[in-house]
């Protein structure tokens, strides 16, 4: 054979891994795009529940959130004594009285909603119907260690005995 034909063959070669490699790039691109397409109504529903609470809630409510990641209710039915803790990041919420942590209720929304879209609904609830609030929660005497099932946003439900 002569070096042509070597040359030729290795060219051919060559040719076809350097378009290979191109799809690839090419199909790792794409799929980056789907992943941040598939992602921005997601950040788009933070964004938009951020600024409703900010336009909702008053300053000092808003810095709580921010600084400590949770939001304290006081309850209407035990004003001086009891308030209820909510947290941003999708949890358990903590009833405290008087400085001390008593039990942790849940309340799961039928469907997935941005971290503040939840926060306001229970702040709702909890100033409109704080009985309601109560009495639609699962009540837990500490804190549930038991795993049983995730909701769409990650956040991880766990079970014990309904009090």
Do not use: N
Not at 57 to 63: G, N
Request: hydrophobic share 45%; charged share 20%; proline share 6%.
């Amino acid at each position: 054979m002569t070096p042509w034909i070597y040359w030729g063959s290795g060219a051919v070669a060559l040719l076809c891994l350097v378009t290979m490699v191109g799809m690839a790039l090419a199909a790792i691109r794409r799929l980056r795009e789907l992943q941040r397409t598939e992602q921005l109504p997601t950040l788009k529903a933070e964004q938009q529940a951020r600024t409703l609470a900010r336009s909702i809630l008053a300053a000092h409510e808003f810095t709580q959130i921010q600084r400590h990641g949770y939001l304290d209710i006081p309850s209407t039915l035990y004003p001086t004594q009891r308030r209820y803790r909510l947290p941003l990041a999708h949890g358990m919420i903590e009833i405290w009285e008087q400085d001390h942590l008593i039990e942790y209720v849940c309340l799961i929304p039928e469907a997935p909603l941005a971290a503040f879209d939840e926060i306001l609904a229970l702040r709702i609830l909890i100033l409109a119907d704080e009985q309601a609030f109560l009495a639609r929660a699962t009540h837990f005497p500490e804190r549930p260690t038991t795993q049983v099932g995730q909701r769409a946003s990650g956040e991880v439900r766990y079970a014990t005995e309904h009090r």
